[in-house]
């Protein structure tokens, strides 16, 4: 399994995640990384470990699986964040010197699920402000629009805004009555001013986003291919704590004080640093 990107990150590819808010980035991670985290989800899933949150209606066959930071008790998703490429990948597009973890996140949706990814951003959801925090979402199956493939609208993170967060399952804890809630931007394709950015991924590929990119994604109305999606979060320099309201309760308390850098090496340990021995 490799521990380096297969490919240089190009400066190109660089300048779009900055200028766009997203970038896709093609076979980073090699077969066996993604056969290990393709069989370590589904055994996740199937265990009912964690945080799971799980979107399954009665009138229909799928189901919207997502759960959160695996990687503090599954050895699997540790060996990944600890030994993949993933965190190199983060620190290179936020042309950091070292990239401190955050958490990570499943996402399965099984064919036939009609649950859509509600339009939103990330960084509302977090205890955190500042622009060097960034999303790594690997593909970890054949991902196409009718599979349910994210899209984003290009520079939205340069909005200014900073929308409601909503869960799959429309979580109340969320809902923060101090901001706007996101408009669902599937309702305004025709719109000149916005421009939606999607791909089609192969399992190895990934998308990274800036935490203010607005994103969502549909149902998976294939028949057949259920969808996985490993995402993992870093951060560089530029973060301030800031455990607003409404925001994820995480694990346990950070050794750090409101406003100040989130340097707890326990709970936000440093994975990729440049020229470490």
Avoid at 36 to 47: K, L, Q, V
Avoid at 129 to 150: D, K, N, Q, Y
Avoid at 152 to 180: C, I, M, Q
Avoid at 206 to 233: F, K, M
């Amino acid at each position: 399994m490799n521990d380096h990107p297969l490919r240089p990150i190009t400066e190109d590819e660089i300048r779009t995640y900055e200028e766009d808010g997203v970038v896709c980035l093609r076979g980073l991670f090699d077969k066996a990384w993604v056969q290990r985290m393709h069989d370590a989800s589904i055994a996740h899933m199937e265990s009912g470990a964690g945080r799971a949150r799980v979107v399954d209606r009665p009138d229909e066959t799928g189901k919207f699986y997502s759960t959160v930071f695996m990687s503090g008790y599954d050895p699997e998703f540790q060996a990944f964040r600890d030994q993949s490429p993933a965190a190199e990948i983060g620190a290179t597009l936020m042309r950091c010197d070292k990239a401190r973890f955050w958490y990570d996140q499943l996402f399965i949706k099984e064919p036939n699920t009609v649950a859509p990814t509600q339009w939103h951003h990330d960084l509302p959801f977090w205890p955190f402000l500042g622009e060097h925090l960034v999303s790594i979402w690997v593909a970890l199956t054949p991902v196409t629009t009718e599979s349910s493939g994210l899209q984003y609208l290009k520079g939205s993170h340069k909005w200014g805004k900073f929308y409601r967060p909503v869960t799959p399952d429309e979580d109340p804890a969320y809902d923060d009555p101090n901001l706007e809630p996101c408009p669902n931007f599937s309702e305004r394709t025709d719109d000149p001013d916005l421009t939606f950015l999607d791909w089609d991924l192969a399992p190895g590929d990934c998308i990274c986003h800036h935490p203010l990119a607005v994103h969502g994604a549909g149902p998976n109305r294939s028949a057949t291919q259920r969808r996985v999606g490993l995402s993992i979060r870093f951060f560089g320099e530029d973060v301030q704590y800031d455990p607003r309201p409404f925001t994820v309760k995480l694990p346990v308390e950070p050794d750090c004080a409101i406003g100040a850098y989130p340097a707890d090496d326990k709970l936000f340990p440093v994975i990729w640093e440049q020229n470490a021995a």
